[in-house]
C-alpha cells in the first residue's frame, strides 16, 4: 500500500521561499504509472490544486500560482519536491502531495487523487 | 476561473440518505471525483469518474451524474460518515479544480 509523507519547515517567513518534500513508500515514481501532486488547503477552506509533475519530470501546474511555483522529482529517492517562492500571509495552509492515478483514454486521460499524505501545517510569519 | 458549487451543509438522521450535490458548467463534459474529510485528517477519495467506488468504501456510497449536475448519495447514513465533501474536476485547459466542499453533520 502506498504511503506519502511530506516534510519540511513549519514556519516560513514572508517573501521567503517555501520548500517541502514528498516520500514515497509502497510504489515507485519511476513506474511512471502516476503523477504526484501537491495540493494545499488554508484552514477552513476548499482544496487547492498546486501542480504535479510526472517521473520523467514533466509538469503542470495552476495558472494562479505558476509563476512562483516549481515541483521537481528525485527517482532516486523515491521523493518529489515543492518549492513556492514570495510567499505571504495568503500561503498559510496545509499542503499535503497526493499520488494522481491516471486512465488513458484515445489521445486523454483521467486522473483523480487516490492517495495522500496526512499533510503538513505551513505557517508564514510577517 | 472555473468554479465547482456545492451546497454548504447537510443533515441528516442514521439511517437516512444523505445527497450531495456538485455543480459546473463542464461537468456535462468532465467526471467528478469526490473526496471524503473528517477533522483534522487527509482527504480519502470515496467516488471516482461519477459513479466508480474505490476498493474499501462501503456500498452504501453511490454516485449519479445529470447533465452539469453530479451527485454523491450516502443511503443509510452512519456516524461515521460524518464529514467534509469536496467534489473534484478539471477546466478546459487540464487545471484541477475542487468545490468548496460540504459538511455533512448526521
Known amino acids: 500500500q502506498v504511503q506519502l509523507q511530506e516534510s519540511g519547515p513549519g514556519l516560513v517567513k514572508a517573501s521567503q521561499t517555501l520548500s517541502l518534500t514528498c516520500s514515497v513508500s509502497?510504489?515507485?515514481?519511476?513506474?511512471?504509472?502516476?503523477?504526484w501532486n501537491w495540493i494545499r488547503q488554508p484552514a477552513e477552506k476548499g482544496l487547492e490544486w498546486i501542480g504535479r509533475i510526472s517521473y520523467s519530470g514533466r509538469t503542470h501546474y495552476n495558472p494562479s500560482l505558476e509563476s512562483r511555483v516549481t515541483i521537481s522529482v528525485d527517482t532516486s529517492r523515491n521523493q518529489f519536491s515543492l518549492q513556492l517562492t514570495s510567499v505571504t500571509a495568503a500561503d498559510t495552509a496545509t499542503y499535503y502531495c497526493?499520488?494522481?492515478?491516471?486512465?488513458?483514454?484515445?489521445?486523454?486521460?483521467?486522473?483523480?487523487?487516490?492517495?495522500w499524505g496526512q499533510g503538513t501545517q505551513v505557517t508564514v510569519s510577517s | 476561473s472555473y468554479e465547482l458549487t456545492q451546497s454548504r451543509s447537510v443533515s441528516v438522521s442514521p439511517g437516512q440518505t444523505a445527497r450531495i450535490t456538485c455543480s459546473g458548467d463542464?461537468?456535462?463534459?468532465?467526471?467528478v471525483y469526490w473526496y471524503q474529510q473528517k477533522a483534522g485528517q487527509a482527504p480519502l477519495l470515496v467516488m471516482y469518474k461519477d459513479s466508480q467506488r474505490p476498493s474499501g468504501i462501503p456500498e452504501r456510497f453511490s454516485g449519479s451524474s445529470s447533465g452539469t449536475t453530479v451527485t454523491l448519495t450516502i443511503s443509510g447514513v452512519q456516524a461515521e460518515d460524518e464529514a467534509d465533501y469536496s467534489c473534484q474536476s478539471r477546466d478546459s485547459s487540464g487545471t484541477f479544480v475542487f468545490g468548496p466542499g460540504t459538511k455533512v453533520t448526521v
Open positions: 463542464e461537468l456535462a463534459k468532465e467526471y
Open positions: 497526493a499520488r494522481g492515478a491516471i486512465e488513458s483514454y484515445g489521445s486523454g486521460s483521467y486522473s483523480w487523487f487516490d492517495s
Open positions: 509502497g510504489d515507485s515514481i519511476s513506474s511512471g504509472l502516476d503523477y
